[in-house]
């Protein structure tokens, strides 16, 4: 299934590109993009032309249907994703979020 949400393209190429270790600055560049429009592109807040895909996609070895297409590993990804936000927030937002979400989960025990 083709995704047509610049958001969840965004959030894919954030995590592909986090997983060969590469900063925005270094994808942006190697793809002839400004920094701030790979910035923009990552959070979905951008247009893409298939020609800034292809080239995206040659800078972090991947095929565009890797991005493009939704796949079985979707909720690994968004778990990911948010283990990786988690990780990123300061000890006491951390804490509260983890409290946060055991509260959930023992609810959905009762």
Do not use: W
């Amino acid at each position: 299934m083709l995704l047509f949400d610049f958001h969840d393209i965004g959030n894919k190429l954030l995590t592909i590109r986090k997983r060969l270790g590469m900063t925005q600055a270094e994808v942006a560049e190697a793809a002839g993009l400004s920094d701030r429009t790979y910035a923009d592109i990552e959070r979905g807040t951008v247009n893409m032309r298939i020609e800034t895909i292809l080239r995206i996609c040659q800078v972090l070895h991947i095929t565009p249907d890797e991005i493009l297409t939704e796949d079985c590993n979707s909720e690994t990804i968004r778990q990911e994703q948010l283990l990786e936000r988690l990780n990123a927030c300061n000890p006491k937002d951390k804490e509260t979020a983890l409290q946060l979400l055991n509260v959930y989960l023992q609810s959905l025990t009762k």
